[in-house]
C-alpha cells in the first residue's frame, strides 16, 4: 500500500487564515459581476478622492 | 513676475509642478530640477518586476512635457538651499549640479521666490549592510530596479522548471522600512506566475515584515467591512498570503544580508537567519541629504530638516507617547515654519511620527515601520501646494485656502495580485482617514463605512485603468487636469 504523505491542517499561521471557498473565487473572477465591482469600486474611490482635501 | 522651483518630478512634483504652470501661465516662471531625465509611475514597476509591462510603459522622458508646458527643466540634483541668501544677494537660492552633458559636476545658483522641494526617498540600501541591487537582494523601487528583478526572477524560475527547488525572500529589508504594500504586491505576483507555470511543489515563497502583525502596511492596519464581519486587515492579508502558499515571518527585522542568506533580528531580540534563492526586500528610506546655508555660510540644516534628512513642516514634532498621538499632529499646508515660502511634497516631508505603533526589540532596536506616503497622498499635497502658491502669487492670500492632512485624507491602495486581463486578481482596499483619527472615530480609527477590502478581477482592471489615467495625466495630454490625485 502506497504511504500517502497526511498534511494537518493546524499548528502553523499559515493554516489559521480563511480560505475562500470555490464559490467565492468563482465570483471574484466571473466577468459580468466583476464588470459591475468594476463601476462600483470606481465610483466609490473617486468619491473618496473627491473629498479627501479642501 | 514670480519664479517657483521644484525640486523632482516624482508624483509630487511633477504634479506641482503642472498645476503651477497651468495656473500661473506664462507671466511667472516654474522651474525643475531632477536628476533623472525620466517619470516613473512607480505603482506599475512591480509588473515590470514580473516581466508584465516593459521600463518604458512605466516611464516617459520629462523634457519633452516641460518643454510643451513651457517649464524649465534642468537635469541635476539640489546640494543646498539657501534660504536667506549669501554674502552677495539676500535672494533665496537653491544649489544644484548637473549631473549629466556638457554641464555635468558644474554647481548652478537658482534663485526662488518659492520652492518646493519633492525630492522623494533616497533608496537606503546602505543602512542594511548586503542589501541591494548592487549586491545580494533585487528591489523594485525604480523601474531599472525592477528591469534587474525580473532578469533574476526569470533565472529562479528557469532553475525550477529544470528541476531546482527556490527560495523566494520578499519583504521589508531594514527594521523600519516602509512600502510594505508595494513588497506584499510583488509576493503576490510572483507566487501568481509560479502557479501560472504549475511550480508550486518547487516553490517556497517567504513573506518577512518588520509589522507586529500582517496588514499593518504602515498605517496600523485597519479595518474593513467584510462577509458580514468587521475585519482587521490583518486576517485580510493573512488570508491573502495562505491562500497563495506564502508562508511569513513577521516582526522581523533585517539587519544584514550575505549571499543567499538574510539575517534578522525578531521583537523578542533572537538573532535568525533565512536562506534564499531570489530575495526582493524593500531597504529604508531617507532624505536626498539636502543641506541649507544662511546668509553668512553658517550651516542651517537642522532648521529646515530632520535627523533622517525629511523636511520639517506644518507639523506637531512634540515627542510624547503613542498613547496621546492625534490626528491634528499631521501637516496641512506643508509649509516650513521658518521660511514660509518653502514647502515639502510627498516623501519629502517629515512626518511628526510614525502612525504604527512605534516598537522596540528586546535588544533595544526600534522595530516598526515608517508611515507611507507614497502614491495618492503624494500627488494630493503637491497639487494643494501648488494651489497655495498660485494663491499667494495672484491674490497676494495670506492665509491657506487648500489644506491636504493626512489625518483627513482618504486613499486607495489596490494590491495586485495577478495580472491578466481574464486571469488577474488585485486586493483593493481603501481607508478614510490615512492616518487614524481615534476622536472621530472612537470604535475603529477610521470611517468604517468608507473602508472597502475586496479581492478580485475587478480590482486589477481598476489597477490596469489607473496606470493609463496616470500616466495620461503626467504627460499632459488633453484634459488633463481634469483627472483626479
Known amino acids: 500500500m502506497e504511504n500517502k504523505k497526511i498534511i494537518v491542517r493546524g499548528y502553523k499561521d499559515e493554516f489559521y487564515p480563511p480560505i475562500p471557498t470555490r464559490g467565492t473565487k468563482f465570483w471574484r473572477g466571473c466577468f459580468i459581476y466583476q464588470i459591475y465591482k468594476f463601476f462600483v469600486l470606481n465610483y466609490k474611490i473617486m468619491m473618496m478622492v473627491v473629498k479627501g482635501h479642501s | ?485
Open chain 2, 1 to 485: 513676475m514670480s519664479k517657483v522651483v521644484v525640486l523632482g518630478a516624482g508624483i509630487s512634483g511633477h504634479t506641482a509642478a503642472a498645476f503651477l504652470k497651468k495656473k500661473l501661465g506664462k507671466k511667472h516662471e516654474v522651474v525643475v530640477v531632477s536628476p533623472n531625465s525620466y517619470y516613473q509611475w512607480v505603482p506599475s514597476n512591480i509588473w515590470v518586476g514580473i516581466g508584465q509591462m516593459t521600463i518604458d510603459q512605466v516611464r516617459f522622458k520629462l523634457d519633452k512635457v516641460y518643454k510643451k508646458w513651457k517649464i524649465d527643466y534642468k537635469q541635476a540634483k539640489a546640494i543646498s538651499i539657501n534660504p536667506e541668501g549669501d554674502a552677495n544677494s539676500k535672494r533665496p537660492f537653491v544649489s544644484i549640479e548637473y549631473v549629466v552633458g556638457e554641464k555635468q559636476g558644474q554647481i548652478e545658483k537658482v534663485d526662488y521666490d518659492y520652492l518646493v522641494n519633492a525630492t522623494g526617498p533616497k533608496l537606503n540600501f546602505e543602512a542594511t549592510p548586503g542589501l541591494g541591487p548592487d549586491q545580494h537582494t533585487v528591489s523594485v523601487c525604480s523601474y531599472d530596479h525592477a528591469a534587474h528583478a525580473w532578469e533574476k526572477l526569470q533565472e529562479a524560475l528557469q532553475k525550477m522548471e529544470q528541476g531546482e527547488h527556490q527560495t523566494f525572500l520578499i519583504g521589508t529589508g531594514h527594521r523600519m522600512a516602509t512600502c510594505q504594500g508595494a513588497a506584499f504586491e510583488y509576493a503576490l505576483n510572483v507566487a501568481f506566475e509560479v502557479k501560472k507555470r504549475k511550480l508550486e511543489h518547487l516553490a517556497d515563497i517567504v513573506w518577512i515584515t518588520n509589522e507586529y502583525e500582517l496588514g499593518d502596511f504602515g498605517m496600523g492596519g485597519a479595518f474593513v467591512k467584510r462577509g458580514g464581519y468587521i475585519t482587521p486587515t490583518r486576517v485580510f492579508a493573512e488570508s491573502i498570503l495562505a491562500e497563495y502558499g506564502i508562508r511569513w515571518i513577521k516582526k522581523a527585522g533585517v539587519y544584514k544580508v550575505e549571499e543567499k542568506l538574510a539575517h534578522y533580528e525578531t521583537l523578542a531580540g533572537e538573532y535568525k537567519t533565512q536562506k534564499f534563492d531570489f530575495a526582493m526586500l524593500i531597504p529604508g528610506f531617507a532624505g536626498a541629504g539636502i543641506k541649507a546655508f544662511d546668509a553668512k555660510g553658517e550651516d542651517i540644516t537642522s532648521v529646515l530638516f530632520k535627523p533622517n534628512g525629511f523636511m520639517t513642516v506644518d507639523a506637531d514634532y512634540t515627542a510624547k507617547p503613542f498613547e496621546e498621538w492625534k490626528a491634528s499632529d499631521w501637516p496641512e499646508t506643508y509649509e516650513n515654519p521658518t521660511y514660509k515660502n518653502i514647502f515639502a511634497a510627498g516623501i519629502a516631508f517629515a512626518p511628526p511620527h510614525s502612525i504604527s505603533k512605534p516598537m522596540e526589540t528586546a535588544n533595544g532596536n526600534p522595530m516598526f515601520p515608517a508611515p507611507p506616503r507614497t502614491g495618492m497622498p503624494s500627488g494630493v499635497i503637491g497639487k494643494v501646494i501648488a494651489l497655495n502658491i498660485v494663491d499667494k502669487i495672484k491674490k497676494g492670500a495670506t492665509t491657506y485656502k487648500h489644506r491636504a492632512s493626512m489625518g483627513r485624507m482618504s486613499a486607495a491602495c489596490i494590491v495586485s495580485a495577478g495580472y491578466g486581463i481574464r486571469h488577474g486578481q488585485a486586493a483593493t482596499m481603501t481607508v478614510s482617514p490615512v492616518v487614524q483619527d481615534w476622536e472621530k472615530y472612537p470604535d475603529w480609527g477610521r470611517d468604517i463605512n468608507a473602508t472597502v477590502g475586496e479581492v478580485g478581477l475587478a480590482g486589477h482592471w481598476i489597477k490596469l485603468f489607473l496606470h493609463y489615467m496616470f500616466m495620461h495625466k503626467a504627460k499632459g495630454y488633453p484634459f488633463w487636469w481634469l483627472l483626479p490625485e
